[in-house]
């Protein structure tokens, strides 16, 4: 079956961090465009960071930029995206998502990411 | 930085109506456009890709136009199951952009 399945996230103190994890299975991740996109409580989606199928070129939301860092394991078929200094405002659903505009497309379940004190 | 304005932001309409969904881009570009309905509590589900491809599995009462700066989502005939809210989104330059929701809501 071909999936993401999601993992990490849970309640972290402002400051904190929290690393989150996307496996992929029935496709390889290095064969397409990654990305994460978080869905703040009640809010609409917001786009929080892309890596190029190359694995180098990787591209983040201003709001991020120097906190989060998006990265992936061939070896393990998974994408990460590690979160430091969290702040309130990053309280969302994380979600991964594989290319956007490729035929096939994926997304994970989601994790919830929690920052308070 | 690409916005996009997606209109209207809530709309009501009963079962065979034909809705239409706008999302208007700040400046110009290609066909990278995706749209995703979102239903309260699920994962996204992407039903149009590259403004004009229909998502396998997707019914054909969706569809998707437009170039330039206009792009458009129509359902031909809503049914039950079809209302939720709608996203645009353009993935033609970083950072990609959302639009900021349509909620369809039953008349």
């Known amino acids: 079956e071909v999936q993401l399945v999601q993992s990490g996230g849970g309640l972290v103190q402002p400051g904190g961090s929290l690393r989150l994890s996307c496996e992929a299975s029935g496709f390889m991740i290095t064969t397409y465009w990654m990305t994460w996109v978080r869905q703040a409580p009640g809010k609409g989606l917001e786009w929080v960071a892309t890596m190029n199928k190359n694995g180098v070129d990787k591209d983040y939301v201003d709001s991020v930029k120097g906190r989060f860092t998006i990265s992936r394991d061939s070896a393990q078929n998974s994408l990460y995206l590690q979160m430091n200094n969290l702040r309130a405002e990053d309280t969302a659903m994380y979600y991964c998502?594989?290319?956007?505009?490729?035929?096939?497309?994926?997304w994970g379940q989601g994790n919830l990411v929690t920052v308070s004190s | 930085d690409i916005q996009m304005t997606q209109s209207p932001s809530a709309m009501s309409a009963s079962v065979g109506d034909r809705v239409t969904i706008t999302c208007r881009a700040s400046q110009g570009f290609g066909n990278y456009i995706a749209w995703f309905q979102q239903k309260p509590g699920k994962v996204p589900q992407r039903l149009i890709y590259?403004?004009?491809n229909l998502q396998g599995g997707v019914p054909s009462r969706f569809s998707g136009s437009g170039s330039g700066t206009e792009f458009t989502l129509t359902i031909s005939s809503l049914q039950p199951e079809d209302f939720a809210t709608y996203y645009c989104?353009?993935?033609?330059?970083?950072?990609?952009?959302f639009g900021q929701g349509t909620r369809l809501e039953i008349k």
């Open positions: 590259l403004t004009s």
């Open positions: 989104l353009q993935h033609n330059s970083f950072p990609l952009t």
């Open positions: 998502a594989s290319q956007f505009g490729s035929p096939v497309h994926y």
